[in-house]
């Protein structure tokens, strides 16, 4: 898969959207409750204070007077907040800032925030894409599944080899096993990286393979063994319906 893939991970469809190279799962707590609650704070201050009619432009520096982040030297972009009910996304992107494009005021600039691919893109081909997107229930397990797409590889995978079929998701884009099976990986997954204080975003394929590769669960280290194991007992706990 390459970067000029035609599907959007960004903004797949509503309640899959994705801030994760806006810098959101920087912060220190990235359970749905923390994260939700940040995104709900930005979309809010945003309401009160829209920049297009002159307020001051919020920076890096107020965010960090008031939150915990993982690596104090990575970006976490003010203008990120929830674009629609349960939508993460760019409060500055014309298509939701009343048509104008503010994304200047951020530290990248809209080039950037546009032209940017992270390595998702490159590494989940379009079959892993079109799973991620029909089986997640939400953004939350979704942008699990971007930021550490060869943990997500490993989890289709063991679950087609332990239910002995290949996912699909053009024949059955409601199977409710499924969704069962790779939401509950993903949050299992999640919870395992928000015990770590040690940053699970990386802008580059190298970045993210030099960084992740104790973590990521395609590679059995001591560090995920644990959770391996107790994402295969739930899987196999929920095939065989124990
Ligand atoms: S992390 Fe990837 S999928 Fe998410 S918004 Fe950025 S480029 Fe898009
Ligand atoms: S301005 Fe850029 S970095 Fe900030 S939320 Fe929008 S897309 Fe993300």
Redesign the pocket.
């Known amino acids: 898969m390459d970067a000029e893939s035609k599907i959007s991970l960004c903004q797949p469809v509503k309640g899959k959207g994705c801030?994760a190279?806006?810098?959101l799962f920087n912060c220190s707590d990235i359970s749905f409750t923390g994260l939700s609650h940040f995104l709900l704070n930005t979309t809010l201050e945003m309401h009160k204070q829209p920049i297009n009619l002159g307020n001051p432009v919020r920076d890096f520096a107020s965010l960090r007077q008031r939150y915990v982040f993982r690596d104090h030297t990575t970006f976490v972009?003010p203008?990120?907040g929830f674009i629609d009910k349960n939508t993460p996304g760019?409060?500055?992107?014309p298509s939701v800032n009343k048509g104008i494009d503010g994304?200047d005021?951020?530290l990248?600039g809209k080039e950037i925030?546009n032209d940017f691919f992270c390595p998702a893109y490159r590494i989940l081909d379009a079959r892993l894409q079109r799973i991620l997107i029909a089986y997640t229930d939400n953004w939350y397990t979704y942008s699990i599944g971007i930021i550490d797409p060869l943990s997500f590889i490993w989890i289709v995978k063991l679950i087609e080899d332990m239910a002995g079929t290949a996912i699909s998701p053009e024949n059955n884009p409601a199977d409710t096993t499924l969704a069962t099976l790779i939401n509950t990986s993903l949050m299992m997954l999640a919870l395992f990286f928000n015990q770590l204080q040690v940053p699970v975003f990386f802008y580059s394929e190298p970045e993210y393979h030099l960084h992740m590769r104790l973590l990521s669960l395609n590679q059995n280290s001591t560090h995920n063994a644990k959770v391996r194991v107790a994402i295969t007992q739930a899987i196999d706990a929920i095939l065989n319906g124990c």
């Open positions: 801030c190279c806006c810098g972009c203008y990120m760019c409060l500055m992107h994304r005021y951020s990248y925030c």
